[in-house]
């Protein structure tokens, strides 16, 4: 596949072939990344994940309870797309509502790996990375609450960026966790991603979060000659398998050969970032998930009262996401919130902190995206499981910092390992320049 930057010096002609190609491509390829071919614009087509809204199209969330919701307004990243020569051409699968880790959770069923099929694609992302790195989409964008790009683009071996909390626009993204949620580029390489992560921001006054600091291009100040302090985070480390601590060390060295200064740091609060993340984001997804009562919204199931087509409608809701929401309501209720949801709350401001005191001396801290790489399919019997192999990424979004995942090496069974650099809050710059400077350093499509 043409990449991005390749892309944008086509004719219309040959983006309209290419969308011709694209389709054919992801039909045959068995995939399952794309739900639907829909094409909105002329510009250089741009895979959209199934919770961003695109005027007049259906907009599910890898959910039945959606069934037949069209979208009646853009996105700001699809408007912002549409003015810079984009456009939103096919919708990719993802877990329910975003809650997942491997895309199983999905209505229209799993997405599969490129690199081993019998493999997940990773989530809640799994469509927009597995399109990517399966040569059947250009670029795409995921959206990110807890590593739901990152986690999938190191699974599938492509790179995936979330910004800063607030850089991205929310405006027209299916809410899951709204202090958590970030919109971003899932791409072939780093330059390809400056090149969206570019288009997609903006100021934005429909979303009361998001920022109003300047905007640089951070493609046409791209310097991987930049020489960056990297934290390494040592006890980051030994959870993770044989093969990631492997790629992890021989990526130490590539940085330091590269010219980047390598400084140790512990943090000592990771073991509550499972727990405080599982909390925060349950207690908003319960909230933001209330309004699917089929009066509003999608897919309505009567019944022979009002109470009773709320039920009916909302059994269409997925196990994962029932569970969330029974979960959400217990940490909120009266009698748990403070033990459970104020305390979250708490520990969240120590996570933050912990990173920014690294950040007084790191531009960028190096961190594994998965403790593994991508499970076989039908694998997480237990949901805690799953919870537990996003113990690399989550910390980052309760944190609201920059981070890209990026492949460094391939695992003993040739499957794509990928690391992330994580940055300071609105720093993306350097978190781009550092990870330029390692995939030359790294050379791993060679
Ligand atoms: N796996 C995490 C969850 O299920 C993260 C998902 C995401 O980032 N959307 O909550």
């Keep these: 596949m043409i990449t991005l930057k390749e892309a944008l010096t086509k004719s219309k002609e040959e983006l309209k072939e290419l969308k011709i190609e694209m389709e054919k491509r992801a039909k045959e390829s068995g995939l399952n990344a794309y739900i639907d071919f829909s094409s909105s614009g002329d510009g250089v087509p741009i895979l959209i994940k199934d919770n961003i809204q695109v005027k007049d199209w259906a907009v599910t969330s890898g959910s039945e309870i959606l069934q ?58 799994g469509g927009s990375a597995s399109a990517v790195a399966g040569g059947i989409a250009i670029a795409s964008l995921g959206s990110d609450t807890g590593g739901s790009i990152r986690q999938p683009a190191s699974y599938c071996g492509c790179v995936g960026m979330k910004p800063t909390y607030g850089r991205v626009s929310r405006f027209g993204l299916a809410s899951y966790a709204s202090s958590l949620d970030q919109i971003g580029p899932l791409t072939q390489n780093v330059e390809d991603s400056a090149i969206l992560y570019d288009a997609i921001t903006s100021f934005d006054p429909k979303d009361s979060t998001s920022s109003n600091l300047e905007l640089i291009s951070i493609y046409q100040n791209l310097n991987p000659n930049r020489k960056l302090t990297i934290a390494v985070v040592d006890n980051y480390i030994a959870e993770a398998s044989k093969d990631i601590q492997k790629a992890y060390a021989s990526t130490v060295e590539a940085l330091k050969d590269a010219g980047h200064t390598i400084i140790h740091k512990n943090m000592a609060n990771t073991k509550y970032d499972i727990a405080t993340y599982y909390i925060v984001a349950t ?91 991508a499970p076989k399919i039908g694998s997480f019997h237990d949901p805690l499981e799953m919870y537990k192999s996003d113990m690399f990424t989550i910390a980052i979004n309760l944190a609201g910092l920059p981070a890209i995942s990026l492949p460094v090496a391939k695992s003993s069974e040739g499957m794509p390992i990928g690391l992330q650099l994580i940055g300071k809050v609105f720093n993306e710059q350097a978190v781009f320049d550092g990870a330029l400077s390692l995939e030359r350093a790294i050379n791993y499509k060679k």
Excluded: C, W
């Design 68 to 125: 037949g919701y069209v979208a009646p307004y853009n996105a700001t990243v699809i408007e912002n797309l549409k003015s810079k020569g984009f456009s939103a051409f096919g919708r990719a699968n993802m877990d329910e509502f975003a809650m997942g880790s491997t895309t199983e959770t999905s209505f229209y069923g799993v997405t599969k790996n490129p690199y081993d099929k019998t493999r997940v694609s990773g989530g809640s992302s």
């Design 283 to 373: 207690a908003e997804a319960t909230t933001n998930l209330a309004r699917y009562d089929g009066i509003r919204y999608g897919n309505r199931q009567k019944g022979s009262n009002l109470a009773q087509t709320y039920t009916n409608t909302r059994d269409l809701f997925g196990d994962e996401v029932k569970r969330r929401i029974l979960l959400g309501n217990f940490v909120l209720s009266s009698g748990y919130y403070d033990a459970y949801y104020l305390k979250a709350q708490k520990v969240r401001h120590l996570i933050r902190d912990e990173f920014n005191k690294i950040f007084e001396e790191a531009d960028l801290i190096l961190s594994p995206v998965a403790p593994s790489v």
